[in-house]
Protein backbone atom coordinates (compact mmCIF):
# COMPACT_ATOMS: atom_id res chain seq x y z
CA UNK A 1 0.00 0.00 0.00
CA UNK A 2 2.81 2.12 0.62
CA UNK A 3 4.34 4.63 -1.94
CA UNK A 4 8.10 3.39 -3.06
CA UNK A 5 11.22 3.43 -5.16
CA UNK A 6 11.46 6.39 -7.91
CA UNK A 7 8.27 7.48 -7.92
CA UNK A 8 7.96 8.23 -4.41
CA UNK A 9 11.80 10.02 -4.37
CA UNK A 10 10.44 12.36 -7.40
CA UNK A 11 7.02 13.21 -5.85
CA UNK A 12 8.73 13.53 -2.51
CA UNK A 13 10.75 16.24 -4.12
CA UNK A 14 7.74 17.92 -5.78
CA UNK A 15 6.28 18.24 -2.03
CA UNK A 16 9.86 20.30 -1.20
CA UNK A 17 10.02 17.69 1.81
CA UNK A 18 13.26 16.34 2.21
CA UNK A 19 13.17 12.46 2.24
CA UNK A 20 13.70 10.89 5.57
CA UNK A 21 16.11 8.64 4.32
CA UNK A 22 18.58 12.02 3.18
CA UNK A 23 18.07 14.16 6.66
CA UNK A 24 15.78 13.07 8.86
CA UNK A 25 16.46 15.90 11.07
CA UNK A 26 15.58 18.25 7.90
CA UNK A 27 12.51 16.23 6.91
CA UNK A 28 11.04 16.48 10.29
CA UNK A 29 11.53 20.10 10.76
CA UNK A 30 10.69 21.00 7.40
CA UNK A 31 6.88 18.90 8.30
CA UNK A 32 6.44 20.97 11.38
CA UNK A 33 6.84 24.12 9.42
CA UNK A 34 5.18 22.90 5.85
CA UNK A 35 2.31 20.90 7.75
CA UNK A 36 1.22 24.07 9.46
CA UNK A 37 2.20 22.81 12.93
CA UNK A 38 4.06 25.35 14.40
CA UNK A 39 6.52 28.18 13.77
CA UNK A 40 9.28 30.07 15.24
CA UNK A 41 8.45 32.44 17.82
CA UNK A 42 10.60 35.61 18.52
CA UNK A 43 11.06 34.08 22.21
CA UNK A 44 14.40 32.23 21.96
CA UNK A 45 13.76 28.41 22.34
CA UNK A 46 9.96 28.77 21.84
CA UNK A 47 7.36 28.07 19.55
CA UNK A 48 3.84 29.37 18.20
CA UNK A 49 1.54 26.42 18.00
CA UNK A 50 -0.68 27.08 14.73
CA UNK A 51 -4.24 26.23 14.35
CA UNK A 52 -3.87 22.65 12.58
CA UNK A 53 -1.17 22.18 15.34
CA UNK A 54 -3.29 23.84 17.97
CA UNK A 55 -6.20 21.46 17.19
CA UNK A 56 -4.65 18.45 17.17
CA UNK A 57 -3.21 19.49 20.67
CA UNK A 58 -7.02 20.19 21.23
CA UNK A 59 -8.07 16.62 20.52
CA UNK A 60 -5.41 15.33 22.46
CA UNK A 61 -5.80 16.90 25.66
CA UNK A 62 -9.69 16.40 25.43
CA UNK A 63 -9.12 12.47 25.37
CA UNK A 64 -6.72 12.55 28.26
CA UNK A 65 -8.92 15.04 30.42
CA UNK A 66 -12.26 12.50 30.11
CA UNK A 67 -10.36 9.52 31.05
CA UNK A 68 -8.22 11.54 34.08
CA UNK A 69 -12.08 12.89 35.24
CA UNK A 70 -13.46 9.04 34.57
CA UNK A 71 -10.52 7.86 37.06
CA UNK A 72 -11.93 10.26 39.95
CA UNK A 73 -9.10 12.91 39.46
CA UNK A 74 -10.09 16.68 39.49
CA UNK A 75 -8.47 19.73 38.03
CA UNK A 76 -7.01 22.53 39.17
CA UNK A 77 -5.01 25.86 38.33
CA UNK A 78 -1.58 26.90 39.78
CA UNK A 79 0.57 30.19 39.25
CA UNK A 80 3.76 29.88 36.73
CA UNK A 81 5.59 31.57 39.55
CA UNK A 82 7.15 29.83 42.47
CA UNK A 83 8.81 30.95 44.58
CA UNK A 84 12.87 30.20 44.69
CA UNK A 85 13.05 28.62 48.09
CA UNK A 86 10.10 25.96 47.35
CA UNK A 87 12.71 24.78 44.83
CA UNK A 88 16.23 24.49 47.43
CA UNK A 89 13.48 22.72 49.45
CA UNK A 90 14.12 19.49 48.19
CA UNK A 91 17.36 18.65 47.61
CA UNK A 92 17.55 16.03 44.50
CA UNK A 93 15.29 18.05 43.02
CA UNK A 94 16.89 21.69 43.13
CA UNK A 95 19.94 19.77 41.79
CA UNK A 96 17.90 18.23 38.74
CA UNK A 97 16.42 21.37 37.94
CA UNK A 98 19.06 24.13 38.98
CA UNK A 99 20.26 24.23 35.24
CA UNK A 100 17.47 24.70 33.36
CA UNK A 101 15.66 27.38 35.93
CA UNK A 102 14.22 30.52 34.44
CA UNK A 103 14.57 33.29 37.43
CA UNK A 104 12.40 36.50 38.18
CA UNK A 105 14.37 38.75 40.00
CA UNK A 106 12.34 42.08 39.68
CA UNK A 107 8.67 43.39 39.29
CA UNK A 108 8.49 46.26 37.23
CA UNK A 109 11.61 48.28 38.86
CA UNK A 110 11.37 46.33 42.38
CA UNK A 111 14.31 43.71 42.95
CA UNK A 112 12.33 40.69 44.67
CA UNK A 113 13.33 39.99 48.31
CA UNK A 114 12.97 36.26 47.17
CA UNK A 115 13.34 35.50 43.31
CA UNK A 116 10.57 33.58 41.70
CA UNK A 117 11.54 30.91 39.14
CA UNK A 118 9.17 29.70 36.50
CA UNK A 119 7.55 26.86 36.90
CA UNK A 120 9.63 23.61 35.30
CA UNK A 121 7.30 21.36 37.32
CA UNK A 122 4.78 22.11 39.81
CA UNK A 123 5.70 19.58 42.72
CA UNK A 124 6.90 22.26 45.19
CA UNK A 125 3.99 24.66 45.16
CA UNK A 126 1.34 22.04 45.20
CA UNK A 127 3.47 20.34 48.12
CA UNK A 128 2.96 23.79 49.77
CA UNK A 129 -0.95 23.73 49.23
CA UNK A 130 -1.39 20.55 50.29
CA UNK A 131 0.06 21.11 53.55
CA UNK A 132 -2.61 23.65 54.46
CA UNK A 133 -5.47 21.34 52.90
CA UNK A 134 -4.54 17.87 54.55
CA UNK A 135 -5.66 17.17 58.10
CA UNK A 136 -7.07 13.69 58.18
CA UNK A 137 -7.06 10.26 56.34
CA UNK A 138 -10.14 11.00 55.60
CA UNK A 139 -9.35 13.91 53.38
CA UNK A 140 -7.36 11.14 50.74
CA UNK A 141 -6.57 10.21 48.77
CA UNK A 142 -5.98 13.77 46.92
CA UNK A 143 -6.14 12.97 43.11
CA UNK A 144 -5.33 16.31 41.21
CA UNK A 145 -4.44 17.38 37.81
CA UNK A 146 -3.28 20.74 35.63
CA UNK A 147 -3.17 22.05 32.18
CA UNK A 148 -0.50 24.33 31.52
CA UNK A 149 2.96 25.36 30.47
CA UNK A 150 6.06 24.93 32.12
CA UNK A 151 9.85 26.39 31.44
CA UNK A 152 13.05 24.77 31.03
CA UNK A 153 15.64 26.60 29.38
CA UNK A 154 16.91 24.37 26.24
CA UNK A 155 20.49 24.52 24.35
CA UNK A 156 19.25 22.99 21.86
CA UNK A 157 15.77 23.30 20.64
CA UNK A 158 13.32 21.35 18.31
CA UNK A 159 9.88 22.08 17.97
CA UNK A 160 7.42 20.01 20.04
CA UNK A 161 10.85 17.73 21.25
CA UNK A 162 12.73 19.94 23.36
CA UNK A 163 11.52 23.64 23.56
CA UNK A 164 12.23 26.62 26.56
CA UNK A 165 8.41 26.70 27.50
CA UNK A 166 6.04 23.03 26.52
CA UNK A 167 2.64 22.30 26.86
CA UNK A 168 1.61 20.07 29.15
CA UNK A 169 -0.95 18.12 32.21
CA UNK A 170 0.91 17.66 35.47
CA UNK A 171 -0.89 15.06 37.44
CA UNK A 172 -0.20 15.56 41.31
CA UNK A 173 -1.43 12.61 44.10
CA UNK A 174 -1.52 12.31 47.67
CA UNK A 175 -2.37 8.97 49.29
CA UNK A 176 -1.95 7.38 52.55
CA UNK A 177 -0.02 4.82 52.49
CA UNK A 178 2.70 3.33 49.49
CA UNK A 179 0.47 0.69 47.90
CA UNK A 180 -1.84 3.01 47.17
CA UNK A 181 0.06 5.66 45.74
CA UNK A 182 1.95 2.61 43.75
CA UNK A 183 -1.09 1.40 42.28
CA UNK A 184 -2.03 5.09 41.55
CA UNK A 185 1.45 5.40 39.47
CA UNK A 186 0.49 2.47 37.61
CA UNK A 187 -3.04 2.99 37.07
CA UNK A 188 -1.66 6.30 35.03
CA UNK A 189 0.97 4.46 32.90
CA UNK A 190 -1.46 2.63 32.14
CA UNK A 191 -3.69 5.00 30.55
CA UNK A 192 -0.94 6.72 28.66
CA UNK A 193 -0.39 3.14 27.01
CA UNK A 194 -3.89 2.78 25.81
CA UNK A 195 -3.52 6.17 25.20
CA UNK A 196 -0.48 5.93 22.64
CA UNK A 197 -1.84 2.31 21.57
CA UNK A 198 -5.75 2.81 20.98
CA UNK A 199 -5.86 6.55 20.51
CA UNK A 200 -2.35 7.47 18.53
CA UNK A 201 -1.84 4.44 17.05
CA UNK A 202 1.39 4.10 18.69
CA UNK A 203 3.43 1.22 20.25
CA UNK A 204 5.13 2.02 23.45
CA UNK A 205 6.69 -0.07 26.28
CA UNK A 206 6.17 0.53 29.60
CA UNK A 207 8.90 -0.10 32.03
CA UNK A 208 10.52 1.55 35.54
CA UNK A 209 13.67 3.95 35.15
CA UNK A 210 17.12 3.18 36.32
CA UNK A 211 18.49 5.15 39.48
CA UNK A 212 20.37 7.32 36.56
CA UNK A 213 17.25 8.18 34.39
CA UNK A 214 14.60 8.98 37.31
CA UNK A 215 12.74 11.98 38.07
CA UNK A 216 14.94 14.70 40.52
CA UNK A 217 12.94 13.67 43.68
CA UNK A 218 11.56 10.35 42.69
CA UNK A 219 12.10 7.16 44.59
CA UNK A 220 10.42 5.06 41.31
CA UNK A 221 10.18 6.73 37.55
CA UNK A 222 8.17 4.53 35.28
CA UNK A 223 7.86 5.61 31.37
CA UNK A 224 6.54 5.01 28.29
CA UNK A 225 9.02 4.33 25.51
CA UNK A 226 8.34 4.60 21.30
CA UNK A 227 10.69 4.38 18.80
CA UNK A 228 10.79 6.67 16.15
CA UNK A 229 11.64 5.85 12.21
CA UNK A 230 15.15 6.92 12.86
CA UNK A 231 15.56 4.06 15.72
CA UNK A 232 15.55 6.89 18.31
CA UNK A 233 14.06 6.71 21.45
CA UNK A 234 11.32 9.38 22.30
CA UNK A 235 10.41 9.08 25.99
CA UNK A 236 6.33 9.40 25.56
CA UNK A 237 5.49 9.99 28.92
CA UNK A 238 6.23 9.54 32.83
CA UNK A 239 4.52 8.38 35.91
CA UNK A 240 6.82 9.05 39.43
CA UNK A 241 6.10 7.47 42.70
CA UNK A 242 7.70 10.18 44.53
CA UNK A 243 7.78 8.46 48.39
CA UNK A 244 7.26 10.86 51.22
CA UNK A 245 10.35 13.33 49.78
CA UNK A 246 7.88 15.95 49.08
CA UNK A 247 5.39 15.54 52.02
CA UNK A 248 8.29 15.84 54.23
CA UNK A 249 9.63 18.75 52.46
CA UNK A 250 6.32 20.54 52.86
CA UNK A 251 5.10 19.55 55.61
CA UNK A 252 2.03 17.53 53.74
CA UNK A 253 1.19 14.93 56.90
CA UNK A 254 -2.48 13.64 58.61
CA UNK A 255 -3.82 11.95 61.47
CA UNK A 256 -4.31 8.18 60.46
CA UNK A 257 -7.10 5.99 62.07
CA UNK A 258 -4.73 5.33 64.87
CA UNK A 259 -4.89 8.68 65.41
CA UNK A 260 -0.62 8.86 64.38
CA UNK A 261 0.60 11.68 62.79
CA UNK A 262 1.75 10.38 59.37
CA UNK A 263 3.59 11.80 56.08
CA UNK A 264 1.56 11.61 52.58
CA UNK A 265 2.74 9.30 49.84
CA UNK A 266 3.06 11.12 46.59
CA UNK A 267 2.76 10.92 43.09
CA UNK A 268 2.82 13.09 39.98
CA UNK A 269 2.85 12.03 35.84
CA UNK A 270 2.44 13.74 32.70
CA UNK A 271 2.16 13.66 29.00
CA UNK A 272 3.22 17.00 27.20
CA UNK A 273 3.09 18.55 24.10
CA UNK A 274 6.04 15.88 22.87
CA UNK A 275 3.99 13.44 21.91
CA UNK A 276 2.76 15.21 18.77
CA UNK A 277 7.08 14.93 17.65
CA UNK A 278 6.24 11.35 18.52
CA UNK A 279 2.97 11.22 15.84
CA UNK A 280 4.94 13.02 13.53
CA UNK A 281 8.06 10.95 14.02
CA UNK A 282 6.28 7.32 13.81
CA UNK A 283 3.79 7.63 11.73
CA UNK A 284 5.51 10.06 8.71
CA UNK A 285 6.92 9.11 5.56
CA UNK A 286 8.62 11.04 2.53
CA UNK A 287 5.61 13.15 1.95
CA UNK A 288 4.85 14.44 5.05
CA UNK A 289 2.08 13.50 8.31
CA UNK A 290 0.08 10.35 8.55
CA UNK A 291 -2.29 11.90 11.33
CA UNK A 292 -3.90 8.97 12.78
CA UNK A 293 -7.49 9.16 12.32
CA UNK A 294 -8.82 8.85 15.63
CA UNK A 295 -6.94 11.81 16.73
CA UNK A 296 -6.82 13.70 13.13
CA UNK A 297 -8.17 17.61 13.27
CA UNK A 298 -9.56 16.43 9.89
CA UNK A 299 -10.55 12.83 9.14
CA UNK A 300 -11.49 13.19 5.77
CA UNK A 301 -11.00 16.53 3.55
CA UNK A 302 -13.29 17.05 0.29
CA UNK A 303 -12.38 18.44 -2.17
CA UNK A 304 -15.11 19.58 -5.08
CA UNK A 305 -13.51 19.54 -8.32
CA UNK A 306 -14.97 21.73 -10.95
CA UNK A 307 -14.16 24.59 -13.52
CA UNK A 308 -15.13 28.17 -12.91
CA UNK A 309 -18.50 27.72 -14.06
CA UNK A 310 -19.18 25.20 -12.21
CA UNK A 311 -16.91 25.47 -9.07
CA UNK A 312 -19.41 26.97 -6.53
CA UNK A 313 -21.82 24.15 -7.50
CA UNK A 314 -19.62 21.91 -6.69
CA UNK A 315 -18.45 23.54 -3.46
CA UNK A 316 -21.84 23.23 -2.45
CA UNK A 317 -22.74 19.35 -3.20
CA UNK A 318 -19.47 19.25 -1.28
CA UNK A 319 -20.89 20.82 1.54
CA UNK A 320 -23.81 18.33 1.12
CA UNK A 321 -21.57 15.44 1.29
CA UNK A 322 -19.60 17.06 4.35
CA UNK A 323 -22.99 16.52 6.24
CA UNK A 324 -23.29 13.05 5.34
CA UNK A 325 -19.93 12.20 7.20
CA UNK A 326 -20.26 14.78 9.98
CA UNK A 327 -23.83 12.60 10.76
CA UNK A 328 -21.44 9.07 10.93
CA UNK A 329 -19.30 11.35 13.88
CA UNK A 330 -16.69 12.14 11.21
CA UNK A 331 -14.46 15.66 11.45
CA UNK A 332 -14.41 17.16 8.12
CA UNK A 333 -13.35 19.61 5.72
CA UNK A 334 -14.43 21.04 2.60
CA UNK A 335 -11.26 22.61 0.66
CA UNK A 336 -13.09 25.23 -1.42
CA UNK A 337 -10.43 27.35 -2.02
CA UNK A 338 -10.84 28.93 -5.59
CA UNK A 339 -7.92 29.74 -8.04
CA UNK A 340 -5.92 26.65 -6.79
CA UNK A 341 -4.76 24.05 -8.74
CA UNK A 342 -6.17 20.79 -7.46
CA UNK A 343 -3.15 19.03 -7.35
CA UNK A 344 -1.82 21.74 -5.36
CA UNK A 345 -4.91 20.65 -2.82
CA UNK A 346 -3.88 16.86 -3.30
CA UNK A 347 -0.31 17.58 -2.17
CA UNK A 348 -1.06 19.90 0.58
CA UNK A 349 -3.66 17.75 2.22
CA UNK A 350 -1.34 14.70 1.90
CA UNK A 351 1.22 16.78 3.51
CA UNK A 352 -1.00 17.44 6.30
CA UNK A 353 -1.75 13.77 6.35
CA UNK A 354 -5.34 14.15 6.69
CA UNK A 355 -6.57 10.07 6.49
CA UNK A 356 -8.93 10.25 3.68
CA UNK A 357 -9.46 12.62 0.59
CA UNK A 358 -12.42 11.98 -1.17
CA UNK A 359 -12.83 13.83 -4.97
CA UNK A 360 -16.13 15.01 -6.17
CA UNK A 361 -16.78 15.96 -9.43
CA UNK A 362 -19.16 16.76 -12.14
CA UNK A 363 -19.38 13.12 -13.26
CA UNK A 364 -19.12 11.62 -9.98
CA UNK A 365 -22.37 13.35 -9.03
CA UNK A 366 -24.19 12.32 -11.98
CA UNK A 367 -22.90 8.21 -11.18
CA UNK A 368 -23.71 8.82 -7.29
CA UNK A 369 -19.97 8.24 -6.80
CA UNK A 370 -17.53 9.54 -5.24
CA UNK A 371 -13.38 9.08 -5.42
CA UNK A 372 -11.44 7.86 -2.04
CA UNK A 373 -7.96 7.81 -2.00
CA UNK A 374 -6.59 6.69 1.88
CA UNK A 375 -3.28 8.60 2.79
CA UNK A 376 -1.56 5.30 3.62
CA UNK A 377 -2.26 4.46 -0.35
CA UNK A 378 -1.26 4.63 -3.71
CA UNK A 379 -4.81 3.95 -5.20
CA UNK A 380 -7.70 5.25 -5.85
CA UNK A 381 -11.20 3.90 -5.49
CA UNK A 382 -14.44 5.01 -7.65
CA UNK A 383 -17.55 3.86 -4.75
CA UNK A 384 -21.04 4.75 -4.75
CA UNK A 385 -21.67 7.77 -2.70
CA UNK A 386 -24.10 5.88 -0.25
CA UNK A 387 -21.08 3.09 0.40
CA UNK A 388 -18.25 5.76 0.86
CA UNK A 389 -20.31 7.59 3.43
CA UNK A 390 -21.84 4.58 5.51
CA UNK A 391 -18.32 2.42 5.39
CA UNK A 392 -16.28 6.18 6.76
CA UNK A 393 -16.03 4.74 10.05
CA UNK A 394 -14.20 1.26 9.12
CA UNK A 395 -12.23 2.51 6.74
CA UNK A 396 -10.72 5.11 9.51
CA UNK A 397 -10.26 2.21 11.98
CA UNK A 398 -8.40 0.12 9.27
CA UNK A 399 -6.09 3.27 8.70
CA UNK A 400 -5.41 3.24 12.44
CA UNK A 401 -4.87 -0.22 12.55
CA UNK A 402 -2.35 -0.46 9.61
CA UNK A 403 -0.39 2.48 11.51
CA UNK A 404 -0.14 0.33 14.49
CA UNK A 405 0.83 -2.62 12.98
CA UNK A 406 3.29 -0.42 10.62
CA UNK A 407 5.08 1.01 13.62
CA UNK A 408 4.72 -2.27 15.76
CA UNK A 409 6.76 -4.12 13.26
CA UNK A 410 9.18 -1.67 12.75
CA UNK A 411 10.41 -1.35 16.57
CA UNK A 412 10.31 -5.33 16.60
CA UNK A 413 12.49 -5.24 13.17
CA UNK A 414 15.15 -2.81 15.18
CA UNK A 415 14.74 -4.41 18.50
CA UNK A 416 17.87 -6.78 19.00
CA UNK A 417 19.17 -8.95 22.18
CA UNK A 418 22.89 -8.34 22.44
CA UNK A 419 25.24 -10.00 24.88
CA UNK A 420 29.06 -8.38 23.87
CA UNK A 421 29.66 -5.28 23.93
CA UNK A 422 30.93 -5.03 19.98
CA UNK A 423 28.02 -6.15 18.87
CA UNK A 424 25.93 -3.41 21.11
CA UNK A 425 28.18 -0.75 19.68
CA UNK A 426 27.58 -2.23 15.76
CA UNK A 427 23.72 -2.44 16.74
CA UNK A 428 23.39 0.71 18.77
CA UNK A 429 25.60 3.28 15.84
CA UNK A 430 22.70 1.32 13.22
CA UNK A 431 19.94 2.80 14.75
CA UNK A 432 18.12 -0.04 16.99
CA UNK A 433 17.23 -0.52 20.54
CA UNK A 434 19.53 -3.04 21.97
CA UNK A 435 18.10 -5.54 24.72
CA UNK A 436 20.98 -6.14 27.29
CA UNK A 437 22.00 -7.17 30.74
CA UNK A 438 23.27 -4.41 32.87
CA UNK A 439 24.42 -4.31 36.35
CA UNK A 440 22.95 -1.23 37.51
CA UNK A 441 25.99 0.28 38.72
CA UNK A 442 25.91 4.39 37.62
CA UNK A 443 29.78 4.54 36.42
CA UNK A 444 29.17 1.83 33.72
CA UNK A 445 26.09 3.33 32.78
CA UNK A 446 27.45 6.35 32.14
CA UNK A 447 30.32 4.81 29.92
CA UNK A 448 28.17 2.88 28.24
CA UNK A 449 26.56 6.42 27.30
CA UNK A 450 29.87 8.14 26.38
CA UNK A 451 31.20 5.04 24.17
CA UNK A 452 27.58 5.17 21.97
CA UNK A 453 25.27 7.90 23.17
CA UNK A 454 22.65 5.38 24.34
CA UNK A 455 21.32 5.95 27.27
CA UNK A 456 19.13 2.94 29.10
CA UNK A 457 15.23 3.50 28.27
CA UNK A 458 13.68 1.52 30.78
CA UNK A 459 13.44 -1.80 32.38
CA UNK A 460 10.46 -3.43 30.99
CA UNK A 461 7.54 -4.31 32.97
CA UNK A 462 6.80 -8.23 33.10
CA UNK A 463 3.51 -7.50 31.48
CA UNK A 464 5.15 -5.30 28.48
CA UNK A 465 4.82 -6.18 24.72
CA UNK A 466 8.03 -7.73 22.81
CA UNK A 467 10.13 -7.46 25.91
CA UNK A 468 8.46 -9.38 29.07
CA UNK A 469 11.23 -12.12 29.44
CA UNK A 470 12.89 -13.25 32.69
CA UNK A 471 16.66 -13.82 32.31
CA UNK A 472 19.63 -13.98 34.05
CA UNK A 473 23.23 -12.66 32.48
CA UNK A 474 26.44 -10.40 32.87
CA UNK A 475 26.35 -6.99 32.02
CA UNK A 476 27.40 -6.11 28.33
CA UNK A 477 29.69 -3.65 29.32
CA UNK A 478 31.61 -4.89 32.82
CA UNK A 479 30.25 -8.42 32.94
CA UNK A 480 28.80 -8.06 36.68
CA UNK A 481 25.57 -9.65 37.73
CA UNK A 482 22.64 -8.78 35.55
CA UNK A 483 20.61 -6.74 38.96
CA UNK A 484 17.48 -6.85 36.89
CA UNK A 485 16.82 -10.16 36.22
CA UNK A 486 15.68 -9.47 32.30
CA UNK A 487 17.46 -7.01 29.76
CA UNK A 488 17.18 -3.35 29.78
CA UNK A 489 16.06 -1.59 26.74
CA UNK A 490 18.90 0.65 25.50
CA UNK A 491 18.86 3.03 22.73
CA UNK A 492 20.00 6.90 21.59
CA UNK A 493 17.44 9.17 22.39
CA UNK A 494 15.34 12.39 22.29
Known amino acids: MTQTGGKQDKKAQQYGVTPQSVDFND ?4 V ?19 PYGSALWENIQRWLDDRFKATGHESLVFPTLIPMGFIMKEADHVEGFAPELFTVNKIGTEELAEPYVMRPTSETIIGHMWSGWLNSYRDLPFLHYQWGSV ?14 EFYWHEGHTAHADEPEARAEVRQMLDIYHEFCRDVLALPVVR ?14 TFSIEGMMRDGKALQSGTSHYLGQNFSRAFDVKFQTREQKEEFAHTTSWAISSRIIGAIIMTHGDDFGLIMPPRIAPVQVVVIPVGRKDNFDEM ?38 GVPVRIELGPRDLEQGVVVVKNRNSTEKETLPRAEAVGGMTARL ?5 WLLSRATEFMREHTVPVDDYATFQAKIEEGNWVLAHHCADAACEKAIKDDTKATTRNVPL ?10 QGACVRCGKPSAYGKRVIFGRQY
Open 27 to 30: WYNE
Open 32 to 50: VKKADLADNSPVAGAMVMK
Open 151 to 164: FRAELRTKAFLRTS
Open 207 to 220: GEKTASERFAGAVS
Open 315 to 352: VQEGEKLAAELRAQGVRVKVDKRDGVTNGFKYNDWELK
Open 397 to 401: DGIHD
Open 462 to 471: DDAEFFSEAS
